[in-house]
């Protein structure tokens, strides 16, 4: 079965640093897809970026990066030059085949100005 | 380029009474799942419509139904309800069942709550 584990419950960054956001996946199919998702107060699960199994490059979307680490079962978020409006809930998931989207319980990031 | 919109945006039912949430997908896609997040918790898949039929359902029970219309919007019911059905259930938007590559775009969400 696919599993999604995030670690981090909780994350304060300060404004326009870095922010790395772990995500680790467990799956025995060859072809899935990775997706991350940002979840404002509102509700609403905002598509990041995604990342193929059989891709050979990291995706890259604006200031976001996922740097994919296959060996290790590894799809970690980038957040390049944070600011104020990243604070969110962020969801890493994970499908194969037609399958649903399987869910990470989610990391709360907070930007400190 | 409309959207996934979800109505309504809040309900408040009292237990054992019934619900109807609507979706209607981004244009141009043919495909709408659900999703049951709980308060603190990553959403849960509920089922997914293509071409009018349920076509994959996860780990919930028969008081949980939908429909997909000839218009690829789609219907969620939930009969019965339980305390434990108050959450925010969203809808996602597909184009058709394209496998890994398959993005799913998102509504809102419609927060209900049972009293």
């Known amino acids: 079965a696919q599993k999604i584990t995030q670690t981090q419950p909780g994350m304060f960054v300060q404004e326009k640093e870095a922010v790395t956001l772990d995500c680790t996946y467990d799956t025995s199919d060859p072809s899935y897809g990775l997706f991350w998702y940002k979840q404002p107060s509102s509700g609403e699960m905002i598509f990041l970026i995604y990342q193929g199994s059989y891709d050979q490059q990291n995706a890259t979307e604006g200031r976001y990066s996922l740097n994919f680490q296959k060996a290790r079962k590894s799809a970690n978020l980038v957040i390049s030059a944070s600011q104020l409006g990243d604070s969110a809930m962020y969801f890493c998931a994970m499908k194969y085949g037609n399958e649903k989207l399987t869910f990470g319980t989610g990391t709360r990031l907070t930007i400190i100005p | 380029d409309a959207g996934v919109t979800q109505s309504p945006t809040h309900l408040i039912k009292t237990r054992g009474q019934q619900v109807t949430l609507r979706c209607s997908p981004k244009?141009?896609?043919?495909?709408v799942s659900w999703y049951q997040q709980a308060l603190g918790q990553g959403p849960q898949f509920i089922f997914q419509y293509y071409e009018e039929e349920e076509r994959q359902r996860g780990n919930f029970p028969d008081r949980f139904s939908g429909h997909q219309f000839p218009n690829y919007s789609s219907e969620l019911n939930v009969n019965a309800l339980l305390l434990g059905d108050s959450a925010l259930y969203l809808c996602?938007?597909?184009?058709?069942?394209?496998?890994?590559?398959?993005?799913?775009?998102f509504g809102p969400g419609t927060r209900l709550t049972v009293l």
């Open positions: 996602a938007s597909s184009p058709g069942l394209a496998g890994v590559t398959d993005t799913q775009y």
């Open positions: 244009s141009g896609h043919d495909t």
